[in-house]
């Protein structure tokens, strides 16, 4: 099967740069998968996409060196089967709060014995190769969403689940709910997020999460995330295209607001 590079990246103790994609663009897609990063996450949730995107999204991204992941909009075992068998390599599935949440997605992502996953893999094999059934189980990743303050109460219980294999904190959901806003300072979410970080490094699960900027996604990989997003497609579109529009625009005019949340997650 065609290696997860996630995975090879992770053993080797390596940051993984993971994009993101919200705009339904295959052209857009390939694009950011032969721009360096490792991974390429298609955001069903959020994004401003469909199924149909996606599968022409991931076909794009298998055409360059990244590995294809896709955010599910919710915990629905039939969608997360259909995008595995598109050829996602990862599902990071939001608001997982529970080990009995985190137990239903690792079931929907394993075929039996280790799971509940339906044979059907269609572009699996195209993708991943003849072996794809035989080795899906140890190359796709299963990446619950920690983004609530009732998981943060639950992350050991949740990280006990056999099959996980990352976590992905969501800091402006957990800012939301912790401090009352997206802006900055959030200590209260902050203070989560080092918990949440400490407790999937001591069993050896590597946690991923979603920044407004590469500066911040550099100072998340020092904090000690070893998955880290540098923000989504429209925000670095948007910001290039502000950045422009300073250089040439006159200098009377004001420059335009900034979202508090960055098109973060």
Request: hydrophobic share 40%; net charge negative; glycine share 10%.
């Amino acid at each position: 099967m065609r290696p997860n590079q996630i995975r090879t990246r992770l053993k080797a103790g390596k940051t993984v740069v993971n994009g993101w994609l919200s705009i339904g663009s295959s052209y857009s897609a390939e694009g950011v998968g032969h721009s360096g990063v490792h991974s390429v996450t298609v955001d069903l949730q959020h994004g401003m996409l469909d199924f149909s995107d996606a599968l022409t999204m991931m076909q794009a991204i298998s055409s360059t060196p990244a590995t294809p992941l896709v955010r599910v909009p919710s915990l629905d075992a039939a969608k997360i089967m259909h995008l595995l068998d598109a050829g996602a390599y990862g599902i990071i599935c939001p608001m997982i709060s529970t080990p009995e949440q985190a137990a239903e997605l690792v079931a929907a992502c394993r075929y039996a014995p280790n799971g509940k996953r339906s044979f059907g893999p269609s572009r699996g094999f195209l993708y991943g190769g003849s072996d794809y059934v035989a080795t899906a189980d140890e190359t796709i990743m299963v990446i619950p969403m920690i983004e609530t303050a009732e998981a943060v109460r639950r992350i050991d219980e949740i990280l006990d689940v056999g099959g996980i294999d990352m976590v992905y904190v969501g800091p402006n959901d957990l800012a939301f709910e912790l401090d009352g806003h997206v802006g900055y300072p959030r200590p209260k979410s902050e203070t989560a997020l080092g918990e949440v970080l400490k407790a999937a490094n001591s069993r050896g699960i590597p946690a991923g999460i979603f920044c407004g900027s590469a500066e911040e996604a550099r100072d998340r990989a020092t904090q000690g995330f070893q998955l880290v997003t540098p923000a989504n497609d429209f925000a670095h579109l948007t910001r290039s295209m502000k950045d422009a529009v300073r250089v040439l625009a006159d200098d009377t005019l004001a420059p335009p607001a900034q979202a508090v949340a960055k098109h973060g997650y």
